[in-house]
């Protein structure tokens, strides 16, 4: 039995692309906090240009070809959902709507009823 363990260079490769998309992303955070007095437009800008670059970056990795391919599979099930129409969500909600104020009416009911039975074993005055 082989106890050694096998290490892949990509795998050290795609950590330290990990890294560097994480440290690209706290560099663009502190630079928006450090450049508050820019123009908002430019700093926005640069942040969202910081983001697309560390996105970038770490797609480029195992992990993040795992992702894409998640997000892709995740698409492509939403496309296969048979969405309500107009009609059938009004109807459901309309259902809904009548089964809670049936509820509250039950409840209202019980708890009025509890609270003459606790009234006849306390007694009305105390």
């Known amino acids: 039995m082989n106890t050694k ?3 892949e260079p990509n795998n050290s490769l795609d950590t330290v692309k990990l890294a560097i998309a994480v440290l690209l992303l706290l560099a663009g955070v ?11 437009l430019a700093r926005v800008g640069g942040i969202l240009l910081d983001i697309a670059l560390a996105l970038g970056i770490a797609s480029q990795t195992d992990k993040g070809r795992q992702a894409i391919g998640f997000v892709r599979d995740a698409q492509i099930e939403v496309r296969k959902v048979v969405w309500p129409t107009r009609q059938e969500t009004v109807q459901t909600t309309l259902v809904v709507m009548i089964v809670v104020v049936v509820f509250a009416f039950l409840l209202w009911v019980l708890d009025l009823g509890l609270g003459w039975v606790m009234q006849s074993v306390i007694g009305h005055g105390a």
């Open 5 to 7: 363990a096998t290490v």
């Open 30 to 40: 502190v630079a928006f906090q450090y450049y508050a007095e820019a123009p908002r």
